[in-house]
């Protein structure tokens, strides 16, 4: 079928709620000792239909899929935690619960035995987000049967818009199978509660992120935009004064500005001129001061100094200048 991308069989895989947890025993450990893991019935294809990369060694065959060899994948997890080394492959496991069961549930030949690791997994989260991962054993499907299966079955298309030709194909093969319990797997895990629950929290997250990024950024436009305006009167004092050419007319500002300090008996300012002007940071300080004097001479600040000679008058501007306003 063309819409189909690949389609691969799982008889108690399918997530959210997949595996049957028991007991397995390792080769060489303490008699006894039988930790826990999460059996899984799949064949090769699964892992390419949920996206499950291989990490290490190799998958089974489609002739040892058929033929129900006893092999064993496992995951990172149940990987690090036995086998901290990093040589799972090519270990053994025993899981004493797949023995043959007829009629209803037929074992391959020595399944109940020993089966070899071939493949390490990467880990998926089977079990919610939130929850630890727990180490899973991946054997083939058919090294013990089961009456129901479950196909898995990835494509281009919405999934439950060909269903009706995949119920098709299945009778063209077997007309004694029956499909039921159809669904989208993706809607299935994402709706539920753990997953939807974890997405709105995600969710809401963002929203606040959103809304706080809308904040500062109004801070900070708030910010610049009132120190823009509170010296519009200043940059257009220190653009007459920047102008090419009009040297002279500059250092005429700065000599007039810088007499007011002198013109005023008890201005601070004076002080500063003399006892600092001389120092390291005498650049700077001068700087500072002229930026007041600017605003002393064209009536920017008030004059404090009580000469009276700014009170009552209009700010004294230059010829020439141009005095930004708004």
Same mark, same amino acid.
């Given at each position: ?26 080769? /060489?450990? !303490?008699? @006894? =000792? +039988?930790?826990?893991?999460? &059996?899984?019935?799949?064949? $090769?294809? %699964? ?38 080394? /990093?040589? !799972?492959? @090519? =270990? +053994?496991?025993?899981?004493? &619960?797949?023995?043959?069961? $007829?009629? %209803? ?44 299966? +479950? ?176």
């Amino acid at each position: 079928m063309p819409e189909v991308i690949d389609a691969g069989i799982s008889t108690n895989a399918t997530p959210p709620e997949n595996g049957w947890d028991t007991r397995f025993e390792l080769f /060489g450990s !303490a008699s @006894g =000792q +039988q930790p826990e893991a999460r &059996v899984n019935f799949i064949s $090769p294809e %699964y892992l390419t239909v949920l996206h499950i990369p291989l990490a290490q060694g190799r998958l089974f065959d489609h002739t040892e899929t058929m033929r129900g060899a006893p092999l064993a994948l496992i995951n990172q997890t149940m990987a690090r935690q036995y086998w901290p080394n /990093g040589n !799972a492959i @090519g =270990q +053994q496991v025993k899981i004493a &619960v797949l023995k043959d069961e $007829p009629p %209803y549930s037929p074992a391959a030949s020595g399944s109940d035995g020993w089966l070899q690791i071939v493949g390490v997994v990467s880990d998926v989260r089977d079990d919610g987000l939130r929850n630890p991962i727990k180490p899973p054993i991946y054997v083939p499907y058919t090294i013990k049967m089961r009456m129901f299966t +479950q196909i898995l079955v990835r494509t281009r298309v919405p999934p439950l818009s060909i269903l009706h030709d995949i119920r098709a194909r299945l009778v063209r093969l077997d007309r004694e199978q029956q499909v039921m319990q159809v669904r989208d797997l993706e809607a299935w895990i994402t709706g539920l509660q753990e997953y939807s629950q974890q997405r709105f929290i995600a969710t809401l997250f963002g929203v606040f992120s959103v809304l706080a990024l809308v904040l500062a950024a109004v801070g900070l436009y708030s910010v610049v935009s009132y120190g823009v305006a509170t010296r519009t009167d200043e940059f257009g004092i220190r653009r007459h004064a920047a102008i090419p050419g009009y040297a002279n007319r500059s250092a005429d500002v700065y000599r007039r500005a810088a007499s007011i300090c002198y013109r005023c008996p008890g201005c601070m300012l004076r002080s500063c001129v003399a006892g600092n002007a001389r120092g390291p940071a005498g650049g700077a300080e001068i700087r500072v001061i002229s930026d007041t004097c600017f605003k002393l001479e064209f009536g920017l600040l008030q004059d404090t100094s009580g000469s009276g000679q700014n009170r009552g008058q209009e700010p004294r501007v230059p010829t020439g200048f141009h005095v930004g306003t708004r």
